[in-house]
């Protein structure tokens, strides 16, 4: 099958991410890991999503570590320049695999335009990705994140990421098992919007 292949070529990509994190005393490349949640967070919160979706969704940060936010200037203009940059190469390797297997240009199309995230809050699978994504966010790296940063800019973190979500999104982010520091400033943030 075209998807499982495709996905197997994801994740081989990500395996060779030298970059570690250790989960459940056990090492993983750290973006084979982010992939993983990403899928297993999406067949949770749209168990009917379509294959383009999830081929979008795995490899939505394929190769992340070859372009380091290091070569970027460490301001707001750096950092967008670098996540423009970072969707133009997962859409590219990921088209690349799609081409190699198979896929028609349609599809491939279709998945990059996921990848690249256009059309957000007007594309439903968009949103969807966009959703996932700020999930796996909060429930894997909120933690740590808001123990490297002031209150202040944690809470205006998580407004800005609320207001990427849809109220599906919302919905299973008010559900997810936070430690009560984390619950906190989520409801900080939720007050301040």
């Known amino acids: ?71 970027y200037p460490s301001n707001k203009i750096g950092y967008i320049k670098w996540r423009n940059e970072l969707k133009k190469k997962h859409a590219s390797l990921t088209t690349e695999i799609l081409n190699k297997i198979g896929y028609s240009e349609e599809f491939s199309k279709r998945v990059s335009f996921l990848i690249n995230k256009k059309a957000l809050k007007n ?14 966010f909060l429930e894997y790296y909120f933690e740590s994140f808001s123990l490297k940063h002031d209150e202040e800019k944690i809470i205006d973190i998580v407004k800005k990421t609320w207001n990427k979500m849809s109220d599906k999104g919302h919905e299973y982010a008010l559900k997810l098992n936070l430690s009560a520091s984390c619950q906190d400033l989520v409801g900080k943030a939720l007050q301040a919007s």
């Not at 989960?23 to 084979?32: A, F, H, M, W």
């Not at 594309?123 to 796996?136: G, H, I, K, R």
């Open 1 to 71: 099958m075209l998807l499982e292949k495709a996905l197997q070529l994801i994740d081989e990509k990500n395996a060779l991410d030298p970059n570690k994190e250790t989960y459940l005393n056990q090492e993983y490349p750290k973006e084979l890991l982010y992939s993983k949640r990403m899928f297993a967070q999406l067949l949770d919160f749209d168990p009917d999503a379509s294959e383009e979706l999830k081929i979008a969704i795995r490899a939505q940060h394929i190769g992340r570590w070859e372009i380091p936010r290091s070569d």
């Open 123 to 136: 594309d439903p699978e968009t949103q969807t990705l966009e959703d996932v994504a700020c999930l796996v």
